[in-house]
């Protein structure tokens, strides 16, 4: 489990994150100097009302709270470079044998394309459908629990091993669970 099965290059997404970064400063930065000259706009009109309009008053406002919000998205750009950076080591979800390579080193791959077939030694797999509704919740490595009409009173435990990319009959996608266990 978490061992590292294959890792995409990740120069791109260091240059997403080192973009994400600087425009949080700029956004920083003129955030800074928004503050600064709606604070100097209403000192002026405190000291001596009439010589700055409410209007230029309004406008340094609405100029400072878009700033503040430029820093907020800016933010959430970051994080998401972060997270995309993160996700470029793809980890074994479980503990198990690569029974088969679907793609060879430096071969570039699509989102959702299978990598890996992954067995865990002496384990059963159980084949089952998910509704369309349900399956957006089902993911790879997802721990489960397996009831058998012929032994209804036993639960055992699994994972997701596998999910298809196309829905089967009643629009319901097949998905593989490997039992762990007895």
């Known amino acids: 489990k978490d061992q590292v099965l294959a890792v995409l290059d990740e120069r791109t997404y260091k240059l997403n994150v080192q973009g994400a970064e600087a425009a949080l400063g700029r956004a920083k930065v003129q955030l800074a100097d928004k503050r600064k000259d709606l604070d ?41 470079a972060k997270r995309d950076l993160e996700k470029t080591t793809l980890r074994a979800p479980f503990d198990g044998v690569i029974a088969d390579k679907f793609v060879e080193p430096f071969f570039e791959v699509a989102r959702g394309q299978k990598l890996f077939d992954i067995f865990i030694e002496g384990a059963m ?37 596998e999910i298809s990319k196309v829905a089967g009959t009643a629009n319901a996608f097949p998905v593989k669970i490997t039992i762990q266990g007895d």
Do not use: H
């Open 40 to 80: 100097r706009f209403k000192r002026i009109a405190k000291a001596d009302p009439g010589a700055i309009s409410q209007a230029s008053i309004d406008q340094a406002q609405a100029a400072y709270d878009s700033a503040r919000k430029n820093v907020q998205y800016t933010t959430a750009q970051l994080n998401l």
């Open 125 to 161: 797999e159980a084949a089952i459908s998910i509704p369309e509704t349900e399956i957006e919740g089902i993911f790879v490595g997802l721990k489960s629990e397996i009831r058998f009409p012929t032994e209804s009173d036993k639960v055992y435990s699994g994972v997701v091993t």
